[in-house]
């Protein structure tokens, strides 16, 4: 009996105090967690480096050099398509290497749908994450 006694009198504790704390909470919201963008960087914001991520890198030589001695492939079906000179290319290639004789313009006048638009996200693929391609003149 002791036993039964004791342990209504625990619920009915904290049902009151429980009761005690929601009311408590609903009248000073400032105990709710906030989810929002800017209160998290302002609680993130020592522990990222600025200068990584918010600092324009600076065009140099060596990069030009880079972006002009490389060329940008992608591979796809046992094809390898890449951007020269404003123009979409194509090869064929032979036991994993790209034969440079079967290069050839896609000719994207005649193509249906579907590889319309396997074109345009080989082309998406090829000019991501580069600068010079926005199309904008700059006015």
């Known amino acids: 009996?002791?036993?039964?006694?004791?342990s209504f009198a625990a619920i009915l504790a904290i049902l009151v105090l429980r009761n005690a704390i929601?009311?408590?909470?609903s009248k000073n919201?400032?105990?709710?967690?906030?989810?929002s963008q800017s209160h998290i960087y302002e609680i993130t914001k020592d522990f990222i480096p600025d200068r990584l991520f918010l600092e324009k890198q600076p065009n140099t030589q060596s990069k030009n050099y880079e972006k002009s001695m490389y060329t940008r492939v992608v591979f796809l079906e046992n094809e390898a398509y890449w951007?020269?000179?404003?123009?979409?290319?194509?090869?064929?290639m032979e036991e994993g290497v790209v034969a440079e004789?079967?290069?050839?313009?896609?000719?994207?006048?005649?193509?249906?749908?579907?590889?319309?638009e396997k074109v345009i996200h080989i082309?998406?693929?090829?000019?991501?994450?580069?600068?010079?391609?926005?199309?904008?003149?700059?006015?």
């Not at 009996?1 to 004791?6: A, I, K, Q, V």
């Not at 929601?22 to 909470?25: M, P, Q, R, V």
């Not at 004789?101 to 319309?116: F, W």
């Open 1 to 6: 009996m002791e036993f039964l006694l004791g």
């Open 29 to 35: 919201s400032k105990m709710f967690i906030r989810y």
């Open 101 to 116: 004789d079967t290069a050839r313009v896609v000719d994207t006048i005649g193509m249906d749908r579907v590889q319309l």
């Open 123 to 139: 082309v998406e693929a090829l000019t991501e994450g580069r600068k010079d391609d926005s199309g904008y003149s700059g006015h």
């Open 83 to 92: 951007i020269k000179n404003n123009a979409l290319f194509v090869a064929d």
């Open 22 to 25: 929601i009311k408590d909470l």
